[in-house]
């Protein structure tokens, strides 16, 4: 006798009523960038990710209300300053363009779950996530008061989430004490938790105008190459009050995801980025694979290895295609 596996594959219903992993829209989270701009109707194409726009706030506003009408369930947003400063103002000033945008979405869509990402890279003339010494290096600690300035400035202009992003020692902890102290003791924070120094972002650093002006980021995002590390790094965010641990980027970190999965009872996310979005898209419209089949055997795939929360820029198109629902 062998072992007849074909027996629960013959018909559709069959194959669904056995699947182990699905995907639906409550699993997915949207990111969209937001521009400073005195302009309106202002859209602007971002070359490297077709389908992907830097848009002012009334673009902004229209958009995001095309896709909560098709069932999206939860964003987050990226800001593009007019000026950029070396000690990042812009994202911790009340008036800053995140700030902006998470005041107006959550008045126009108040079901909408709003999160913010927390990082200074957008905001720096020097593109770098934390202020700089003269001599090019990061500082880490005098980096943390200005990213709890900014997750608290988020959550005052409607943020239901913040998810710092930068990669500082401690920041989940600065950013958990802020937000206490200001009564926000039940927002949660869903840490990029194990962030890699990755090729993958580059799309990302064009859509944000955010590439390091010097150096790189290796001293402060992981090395690709470490599995182990990646267990200190969530075990830290956890110990410092993380409610969700994020992997960035995802397909190529599935073991990751896993790991974290079997050694954490926190939720966990994973981000498909930038670089991940532009090669299905461009492979796609080459005619080289098809492109809806490739997206949706990724997202399943990260889903399977442990993700409990995807953020996607794909989770628009899906959702206005009534892929997911
Ligand atoms: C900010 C930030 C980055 C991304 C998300 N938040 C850029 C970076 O770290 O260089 C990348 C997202 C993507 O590539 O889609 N620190």
Not at 228 to 244: M, N, P, Q, S
């Amino acid at each position: 006798m062998f072992y007849r596996g074909r027996r629960l594959r013959s018909t559709p219903v069959l194959r669904e009523m056995v699947r182990e992993t699905s995907l639906s829209a409550s699993d997915m989270i949207m990111l969209y960038f937001v521009e400073e701009t005195d302009d309106k109707n202002y859209r602007k194409a971002v070359a490297s990710m077709p389908g992907q726009f830097r848009y002012s706030l009334d673009e902004l506003e229209k958009a995001v209300g095309k896709d909560v009408d098709k069932g999206l369930r939860s964003c987050m947003l990226f800001g593009i300053p007019a000026h950029k400063d070396a000690a990042g103002s812009g994202a911790y000033g009340e008036n800053g363009i995140v700030q902006e945008a998470l005041h107006r979405l959550r008045t126009k869509f108040p079901s909408l779950y709003l999160i913010s990402d927390v990082c200074l890279c957008e905001y720096t003339d020097h593109g770098h996530c934390g202020l700089v010494t003269p001599k090019g290096e990061i500082r880490n600690d005098a980096t943390l008061e200005l990213l709890a300035r900014a997750a608290v400035s988020h959550v005052q202009a409607g943020a239901d989430m913040v998810a710092p992003s930068d990669m500082m020692d401690g920041r989940v902890l600065a950013i958990r004490e802020a937000l206490d102290h200001k009564g926000f003791a039940n927002t949660p924070i869903m840490s990029y938790a194990v962030k890699y120094a990755s090729a993958f972002y580059g799309p990302f650093r064009e859509a944000a105008g955010s590439a390091p002006s010097f150096g790189d980021r290796k001293s402060y995002q992981m090395d690709p190459a470490n599995r182990r590390e990646a267990l200190r790094e969530a075990a830290a965010d956890a110990e410092e009050g993380a409610d969700i641990l994020m992997v960035k980027p995802a397909g190529c970190y599935l073991d990751i995801i896993r790991d974290l999965r079997e050694n954490f009872d926190l939720p966990v996310a994973a981000y498909q980025v930038s670089g991940e979005y532009a090669m299905i898209k461009a492979a796609g419209q080459m005619g080289w694979i098809d492109e809806t089949a490739v997206l949706l055997e990724s997202l399943i795939g990260i889903k399977r290895a442990g993700a409990d929360l995807i953020l996607s820029y794909f989770t628009s198109e899906l959702l206005q295609q009534g892929i997911v629902e």
